[in-house]
């Protein structure tokens, strides 16, 4: 289910256009935990602290739509579905690793 937004749908700015994909909270959330590894809905749910069932569905659903997750539906009794990083996802990871550096860098500024 590739359902890339279009170019003329983006911002013209590379920064604005990323933070578009990534910038909320909770999807920054998600995405550090896909990164880990696949994980399934409740599991993220119970994880990640305060967000609704509501909030989780739908950034999971644009973060889909946006090509950076995919899904993963296996044919078992209880129904199993993952979600993972898909290969455009996979490209964010030095992304987070500048946030990790950077939030160590100024934690240790209040020290």
């Known amino acids: 289910m590739k359902l890339l937004k279009k170019l003329d749908e983006l911002p ?3 920064v604005a256009t990323t933070v578009s994909l990534i910038g909320s909270k909770w999807k920054l959330l998600i995405l550090r935990n896909l990164i880990q590894r696949p994980w399934r809905f409740n599991e993220l749910k119970k994880d ?13 659903r644009s ?6 997750i995919t899904r993963t539906v296996y044919p078992e009794v209880p129904i199993r579905v993952e979600y993972a990083l898909s290969p455009l ?7 987070f690793k500048s946030l990790e550096v950077w939030g160590n ?5 209040l020290m």
Request: glycine letters at 8%.
């Open 63 to 68: 973060m889909e739509a946006d090509g950076l």
């Open 12 to 14: 013209e700015c590379p």
């Open 105 to 109: 860098n100024y934690k240790e500024t």
């Open 48 to 60: 990640l602290e305060g967000i609704s069932q509501k909030v989780l569905t739908d950034s999971l």
């Open 89 to 95: 996802g996979e490209s964010i990871q030095p992304i």
